[in-house]
């Protein structure tokens, strides 16, 4: 099979190649996996809680060679690598107290004939397949919630940016998880390999992080062996800016919300909306921001905006751009891709967008905001609901009761009121519509590897 090479997107040099895994040996995996699930579901929370605890310390004590790991093969700026980091850190930390937390339930029967006691257990094998953007939290968001429940795990990362979740794996070892209750898989191209282990019959759970194409494709796969899933998908989030909002908190939270990450976020705002009244405060403010970013290598301490992941990322941008263009935009600032071999992009503002335009209509997971004029909010709700996606939704008002109410209305799983940054390990992540089914973190990310059983009793 060969290896995959991993190319380091700011310079097109060779970073590092991990193995290829072939079918047999991505199966052969599974069985290990179920093999030690025999053992690692019956492991005391305690034990379980305190690997998570020791691999939270060391994943923190090693925060800047992993963060510049991440830059080398993601190509995030280094500060957003450190940041993701300590947030992926605290999966692990937060999962550590779940796991002591596992809860039950003891009721009398309404006819008082007998006990209804319901109780947890790990639901097995679990497949964690992870997308590139955020290759440690994305790994953790997973893992951390597995392992506390009791689950064994394979973590098929992407092949963008294998090398972190083996460095994960490797943190997890040293903190003192047995063998064989977590490994890594690389299967490139990764479809025959999945494929095998959903129809294997040993997979019990897969919980995947990627494009919603991709996820609906193994929500099919997952159907013939009814394979527990969660699914955390494609985001095409609104960013409203209300009349009554202050238009420097907007323009803060929209640099966090738009460019953390390079737009490479499935919370990025995908489309701002702007009431007509502050539409030109708001406009000259963020272009000016926008325009200040400068693209470079991550690891420079001048760059402030990094190369996509790869060359097709950064066409795919590009195209999207050129034909909001074609379709009537207006490039406020950026609008053009660096030259070979680093992937980068420009800030880029679009203005005179409209709701019917491709660029609104699809994820564009890259450092472009369009932005369409409102002029009024409340009338606009079919707007900001009219497509696909439900992730996220961002809503800046001075007016808190006029926000709740707006957040209500809006078909999202989650909401940024005045806040451009949603993302905690204590709260429960994830969509509605295309955007996926269940929820990462928090207590209910526990539970999403966790069956309920119910035993009726008396005594
Ligand atoms: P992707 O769907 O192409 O890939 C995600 C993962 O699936 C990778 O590991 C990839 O190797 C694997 N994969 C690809 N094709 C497969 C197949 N046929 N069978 C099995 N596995 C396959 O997505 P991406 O481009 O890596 O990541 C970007 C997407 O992820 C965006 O849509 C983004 O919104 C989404 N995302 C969502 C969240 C969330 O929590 N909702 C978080 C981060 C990223």
């Not at 199966?27 to 305190?50: C, Y």
């Not at 991709?214 to 998908?233: H, P």
């Not at 960013?239 to 420097?248: K, P, T, V």
Request: hydrophobic content about 45%; some cysteine; overall charge negative.
């Amino acid at each position: 099979m060969g290896n995959i090479q991993i190319v380091n997107p700011a310079n097109g040099s060779l970073v590092s190649a991990v193995h290829n895994h072939s079918v047999q040996e991505c199966v052969a995996a599974a069985e290990v996996a179920s093999t030690a699930f025999t053992a690692w579901r019956k492991t005391l929370p305690r034990q379980r809680g305190e690997i998570l605890r020791t691999a939270f310390d060391i994943m923190v004590a090693e925060q800047e060679a992993l963060a510049e790991l991440i830059v080398s093969e993601n190509g995030k700026v280094l500060s957003d690598a450190r940041a993701e980091v300590a947030y992926a850190a605290e999966f692990f930390r937060w999962f550590s107290e779940e796991a002591v937390r596992i809860d039950g339930d003891l009721r009398q029967a309404p006819n008082g004939t007998n006990w209804l006691a319901v109780t947890r257990e790990p639901v097995g094998v679990a497949l964690c397949i992870t997308p590139w953007n955020f290759p440690a939290a994305m790994a953790t968001r997973k893992v951390g919630p597995a392992l506390a429940a009791g689950c064994t795990v394979l973590l098929k990362a992407a092949h963008e940016t294998p090398l972190t979740a083996y460095a994960i794996a490797d943190i997890l070892k040293r903190a003192g998880l047995p063998d064989g209750v977590l490994q890594v898989i690389t299967p490139d191209p990764p479809g025959d390999a999945v494929a095998a282990l959903l129809a294997s019959g040993i997979v019990r759970k897969l919980s995947f992080t990627g494009s919603t194409r991709v996820g609906s494709l193994l929500l099919s796969q997952a159907a013939s062996n009814i394979v527990n899933c969660s699914m955390e998908l494609g985001g095409n989030a609104p960013f409203i800016i209300c009349d009554d909002a202050d238009i420097d908190a907007a323009v803060d939270g929209a640099m966090i919300a738009k460019m953390r990450n390079g737009g490479a976020a499935c919370t990025a705002a995908n489309r701002f909306y702007v009431h007509t009244q502050v539409l030109d405060e708001f406009t000259s403010k963020f272009v000016k921001r926008m325009s200040a970013l400068v693209v470079g290598d991550g690891m420079a301490p001048t760059t402030t905006l990094g190369p996509l992941v790869s060359a097709v990322q950064q066409s795919r941008v590009s195209s999207l751009v050129e034909r909001a263009i074609t379709e009537g935009a207006i490039a406020l600032c950026g609008a053009s891709a660096t030259p070979a071999p680093m992937h980068g992009y420009a800030a880029t503002v679009l203005a005179g967008v409209q709701q019917h335009h491709s660029i609104i209509q699809q994820e564009v997971f890259g450092p472009v905001a369009p932005i369409i004029e409102v002029q009024d909010i409340e009338e606009s709700i079919p707007l900001f609901n009219g497509v696909d996606h439900g992730l996220v939704s961002y809503i800046y008002t001075r007016n808190h009761g006029r926000g709740m109410r707006l957040a209500h209305a809006l078909e999202t799983g989650m909401v940024g009121l005045n806040r451009g940054l949603v993302s905690d390990p204590a709260a429960p992540f994830g969509g509605v519509k295309q955007s996926g089914l269940g929820r990462e973190g928090g207590h209910d990310g526990l539970l999403a590897f966790m069956e309920t059983k119910y035993v009726s009793t008396d005594w």
